[in-house]
């Protein structure tokens, strides 16, 4: 738990694969702590791999320990440090290897969708740039892919990508 400008941060644990354990771990101090997702059965991580800060979950005013958020959402990225969560980097890599089993996208098509994903995930000045170029693309590959792809993202794209792509 940290303190920063009259609000609460609890910690939130999450698995490798994305699965939401707790929001507010920090309340949940429990001796035999559990350290595998009983989902899928990945580790259970509560800081970034990368800089090692707190995954923030839930967060309270401080002055009346209400939520601001009732339900916070498993983040995409480290808001410390910017890089990607290791679920961020599977979704990443599992669209480019979904692209790839269609043998009509050109290398260059899966680099262009491979650099647009980023924005996909988050609103950016760019995301329907992203989105269109996205669309375009994926209108040439099979119903097989587009369905795969549609099942991988539709929960983690941005809601301006996802009202683009998914109407």
Same mark, same amino acid.
């Given at each position: 738990?940290?303190?920063?400008?009259? #609000?609460?941060?609890? !910690?939130?644990?999450? $698995?490798?694969?994305?699965?939401?354990?707790?929001?507010?771990?920090?309340? =949940?101090?429990?001796?035999?702590?559990?350290?595998?997702?009983?989902?899928?059965?990945?580790? &259970? &991580? $509560? !800081?970034?791999?990368? $800089?090692? %800060?707190?995954?923030?979950?839930?967060?309270?005013? %401080?002055? =009346? #320990?209400?939520?601001?958020?009732?339900? @916070?959402?498993?983040?995409?990225?480290?808001?410390?440090?910017?890089?990607?969560? @290791?679920? !961020?980097?599977?979704?990443?890599?599992?669209?480019?290897?979904? #692209?790839?089993?269609?043998?009509? *996208? %050109?290398?260059?098509?899966?680099?262009?969708?491979?650099?647009?994903?980023?924005?996909? /995930?988050?609103?950016?000045?760019?995301?329907?740039?992203?989105?269109?170029?996205?669309?375009?693309? /994926?209108?040439?590959?099979?119903?097989?892919?587009?369905?795969?792809?549609?099942?991988? *993202?539709?929960?983690?794209?941005?809601?301006?990508?996802?009202?683009? *792509?998914? @109407?």
């Amino acid at each position: 738990m940290r303190y920063e400008d009259n #609000l609460i941060y609890y !910690t939130q644990e999450v $698995c490798l694969n994305g699965h939401q354990l707790w929001t507010d771990s920090d309340k =949940n101090k429990d001796p035999n702590p559990v350290q595998y997702c009983e989902d899928c059965g990945k580790k &259970i &991580i $509560c !800081t970034c791999q990368e $800089c090692n %800060s707190p995954i923030d979950g839930q967060i309270l005013d %401080s002055e =009346n #320990l209400y939520p601001i958020e009732d339900d @916070p959402s498993v983040p995409n990225f480290c808001r410390h440090c910017g890089m990607p969560y @290791p679920w !961020t980097v599977s979704i990443m890599k599992s669209t480019i290897e979904l #692209l790839n089993l269609d043998n009509s *996208l %050109s290398n260059t098509q899966i680099e262009s969708v491979e650099k647009s994903i980023p924005d996909l /995930l988050v609103d950016t000045p760019r995301t329907k740039v992203a989105a269109v170029k996205f669309k375009q693309i /994926l209108s040439g590959t099979g119903s097989i892919v587009k369905d795969g792809l549609r099942e991988l *993202l539709v929960d983690v794209v941005s809601e301006t990508a996802k009202k683009m *792509l998914f @109407p």
